[in-house]
């Protein structure tokens, strides 16, 4: 079994600017980049939007990877250039493509809940997936697994002999798991995928390791099993897969293989064209940073 047990910090960050609502960052960190095909990773809330905008993320681009919407409360608007428009609500799953190109915005819709709380995670397209047709999914029937104080919803991937509909391009796994009050349950794993959890809410012993809301506790691989124990009701977000072996350039919203690439996306994006037009959003797309002054080196999973 690996070695590797290790809890990583998050990072606020303003989601969509400086007065954008903030967002805990856990993937990638300054330890770890992936974990599996899983290349990002930030969590929110519970955030009150009563008084406040909630979450507004105008028209941007994005090559190369899937973004993963799940929602634990309230409702986020989904629009993008292939002329989806879908809201999420909790326990539903909306995937987006990206592939060779796409843009989309997501927003507090104008009829909402009190309070909004999620995630929203990347998956990494290996390279001869990484330029596939753009497309958008929207999942409300999952599957789900229970098994005494344990519920497991599979997002993605195949967990325990469940299977996610949702299209995956690498093996692996994701999946929201909820644990009773006071409960102790014990997962099926794969040895060859390295896992870590996340716990959105309540307090949870997870391999012997005590975890609170906020840092990601990567597990490593080798494991056949992970034991769970709850103090009160715990709800956590279980990623996993087969470690992504290519080494990758992550820059903005876009993942490549080599600076020249990246360059190009934000060209692409800069001129208008190549990702479509986002019809509908009620505000202006959100322009591409300067590009840095050294040039972008492919980085592997590990920093």
């Known amino acids: 079994m690996s070695a590797e047990v290790e809890l990583l910090e998050g990072a606020p960050v303003a989601l969509g600017g400086l007065r954008g609502m903030e967002v805990v960052r856990t993937l990638p960190s300054k330890q770890r980049r992936m974990v599996g095909a899983w290349c990002f990773l930030d969590a929110y809330g519970p955030h009150d939007v009563t008084r406040s905008a909630g979450m507004r993320v105008g028209p941007h681009p994005h090559t190369g990877l899937q973004t993963v919407s799940w929602l634990v409360r309230g409702e986020i608007l989904h629009r993008d250039s292939l002329g989806s428009r879908q809201e999420i609500r909790p326990g539903q799953l909306n995937l987006m493509t990206a592939g060779r190109g796409i843009s989309h915005s997501e927003e507090t819709p104008a009829v909402h809940s009190a309070v909004l709380h999620g995630v929203q995670l990347w998956v990494a397209l290996p390279g001869s997936d990484r330029d596939v047709a753009p497309a958008f999914t929207h999942h409300a029937d999952l599957p789900v697994l229970t098994d005494g104080g344990l519920t497991a919803t599979v997002l993605m991937g195949e967990l325990a002999g469940a299977a996610s509909p949702a299209r995956c391009y690498t093996p692996m796994v ?16 794969r040895p060859e995928f390295e896992y870590a ?79 479509g037009e986002v019809r509908g959003y009620d505000g202006p797309s959100i322009p591409a940073p300067p590009m840095p002054i050294s040039r972008l080196v492919p980085r592997g999973r590990v920093r």
């Open 197 to 275: 959890v996340l716990l959105l809410n309540g307090a949870a012993t997870v391999a012997d390791v005590p975890v609170a809301p906020g840092p990601l506790l990567y597990l490593g691989d080798g494991r056949s099993s992970l034991s769970l124990t709850a103090g009160p009701p715990s709800r956590l977000m279980l990623l996993g897969g087969e470690p992504f072996e290519e080494r990758i350039v992550m820059w903005w919203n876009f993942v490549g293989r080599d600076h020249e690439e990246i360059v190009a996306a934000r060209q692409g994006w800069a001129a208008g064209g190549r990702f």
């Open 174 to 189: 994701g999946a929201e798991i909820t644990v009773a009050a006071g409960s102790v349950a014990r997962l099926p794993l």
